[in-house]
C-alpha cells in the first residue's frame, strides 16, 4: 500500500489530472514498485507521490514531455529563473511582486485585460519559434501560466490556442512549481514520446507497475475532442493490459464506467470477461472544468489486476 503524506501538484494543468483523487488511488498501489511506468502520465500528479526504484513517464503529447523534460534538467532554481526572464522581457505581469492595483486590476477580474496584449504577442512568438530553440520551453511554461486554466491545448496545425487567463506567476504556483521540480530530480525517471502500445513490456523487471490514465472514451474534454480516442484505441489498451496481466505485470487503470448518462460498455464488457478488481473511486466534477460539456456524475474507477 502506498500511504498518501504530503501530496505534491503538478503546476501543469493538463485535463484528467488525478492529484484530487490520490488519497484515494495511492492505497490501492503496490507497496513495492521496482519501475513505475506511467503510460499516460499527463502533468505527472501520479508519477511525483509514487514510491519506486524507476520510473518511465510516457505521453504522445511531444510538448507537455519536452518541457517534464527541461524542468528536470534544469532543475526549480534555474527554470524559475528563466521564466522570470520571459515575464520581465515581455512585461507580463507579476503578482508575486506587484499588487493587482499596480495593473489596475483586481483579483476577482483578474489580471487578464492587463495581460491580454502582451500574452497574444508571447503566444505569436511561441507559435513562431522551433522546439530546439533554447528558450521554447521557457517561453511554453510562461503561455501555461499565463492562460485560460493553464491548460494545454494545441489546435489542428499545432499552434497554442488557449486565450489569456486571469492569474500569473504568482506565489502559490511558484512553490509548486519548485515542489514539483524537487521531486522530479529526486526520481530516476526515463520519459519518452510514443503511443502505449510501443512501450515494451517486455523488458520490464520483476515488481514493475503499469498504471494507464487514458483518455476517457465517454467523456468530452480538450485532449479528446474530435475522436481523440476511439473505440479502437480503448480496445487495443485492454488488450495491451491483458498482454501485461499475461505476463504477471500488475497494472492499474483509471477510467469511467458511466458519465452524464453515457455509458461505456466496452469496458464493463472488459470487467466481466476478465474479472479484474474493479474499485470505485469517488470523483465529483460539478464544480470542475474537467469535462467542458460533462459536468455531473461520473462513475469512476480503477480497475486492477491483483
Known sequence: MQVPLNLIASPLNYTGGKYKLLPQILPLFPEQISTFVDIF??????????????????????????????????????????????ISQYG???????????????????????NKEIFMKLREDFNSSAKIDENYNYLFFTLLVYSFNNQIRFNSEGQYN????????????????????????????????????????????????????????????????????????????????????????????????????????ILKDWINKTGFECHKINADYHNSNYHKKDKGFADEVLITNY
Open 41 to 86: 502520465c499527463g502533468g505527472c500528479n501520479v508519477t511525483v507521490n509514487v514510491k519506486a526504484d524507476n520510473y518511465i513517464c510516457n505521453d504522445r503529447e511531444s510538448h507537455l514531455i519536452g518541457l517534464l523534460k527541461k524542468i528536470k534538467t534544469d532543475g526549480c532554481k534555474k527554470f524559475s529563473q528563466a521564466v522570470d526572464s520571459v
Open 92 to 114: 507580463l505581469s507579476n503578482s508575486a511582486l506587484h499588487s493587482y492595483d499596480f495593473y489596475n486590476c483586481n483579483s476577482s477580474s483578474g489580471l487578464g485585460p492587463y
Open 162 to 265: 488557449l486565450p489569456v487567463g486571469k492569474r500569473d506567476f504568482n506565489k502559490k504556483m511558484r512553490v509548486k512549481l519548485d515542489l514539483f521540480a524537487d521531486s522530479l530530480n529526486e526520481r530516476k525517471i526515463k520519459f519518452s514520446n510514443k503511443s502505449f502500445e510501443k512501450i515494451d513490456c517486455e523488458s520490464l523487471p520483476e515488481n514493475s507497475f503499469v498504471y494507464a490514465d487514458p483518455p476517457y472514451l465517454i467523456t468530452t474534454a480538450t485532449y479528446n475532442e474530435k475522436n481523440g480516442w476511439t473505440n479502437e484505441d480503448e480496445n487495443s489498451l485492454l488488450g495491451y493490459l491483458e498482454n501485461l496481466n499475461s505476463r504477471r505485470i500488475k497494472f492499474a487503470l483509471s477510467n469511467v464506467l458511466v458519465s452524464n448518462g453515457r455509458e461505456n460498455t
